[in-house]
Structure formats: C-alpha cells, structure tokens
C-alpha cells in the first residue's frame, strides 16, 4: 500500500506497526499501464434471470454466475443453428465460453443452447 511515497507492509499494518519500508524499482512504464489479462472461462448451466444483456446462470453445483454478452457474441440453438438474444429464455441450459472477470462476471465469446440430452 502507498500512503505519501511511503509503502507499507501487509503484516506491519495489520499488527498496527506501520513501517516505511524501502519500495521495489520502478517498473517500465508500459508495465506500469497494463491491465490484468482476463481469463477464459466455460460453464454449463441454466438461465435463472435475464436482464438486458445480463445472464444470471445456476450451475449444476449450485453456483451462480452472472453472463453478459453483446452483438459480438456467437449465439448458437440447440439444433445447431444461428441463435439470438431472444432464444436466452430463462429455463434454458447454456454452455458458456468466455472471459472471467476480476469481479466475477463472465464476458461471454460463445453461448450454446443445449439439447435435453446434453443438459447434465
């Protein structure tokens, strides 16, 4: 943590025992600017609530994520054809591909509507 040019250790805080310590080197500027990298994600799982472009999605192991997607997303029917955002009925089973977010939204690439064969 930076308080006034000054770091401070997790373990000196939480003792109360702020300390400056001596700071890491400056890391090159284009280090400095990068964002975290993202990363890809897949689930299966049935839409309990849509909102917009907000998929609330229940997992077989009865975690939730929300999904959002956007016109970029490949949407694809149960029988295999072009889908849209009209067939994300809740009540359908999805398998999801995409970007798993530092807040735990996933940005979806690629939603599935599954069979009822495949739905697990």
Do not use: W
């Not at 990298?37 to 229940?58: A, C, P, Y």
């Not at 970007?99 to 979806?108: F, K, R, T």
């Amino acid at each position: 943590m930076m308080v006034r040019g000054i770091l401070l250790t997790v373990a000196a805080l939480v003792a109360g025992l702020a300390r400056p310590v001596t700071p890491p080197k400056a890391l090159p500027f284009t280090a400095a600017l990068s964002l975290p990298q993202e990363m890809n994600f897949t689930l299966q799982g049935k839409i309990t609530k849509r909102d917009g472009n907000k998929l609330t999605v229940n997992t077989e192991g009865n975690i939730i994520f929300h999904v959002s997607y956007d016109d970029k997303t490949a949407i694809t029917r149960a029988d295999g054809s072009a889908g849209s955002p009209e067939d994300l009925q809740v009540g359908e089973t999805i398998h999801v591909d995409g970007d798993l977010q530092e807040s735990g939204e996933i940005i979806a690439h690629k939603i599935e509507i599954l069979k009822e064969a495949e739905k697990r």
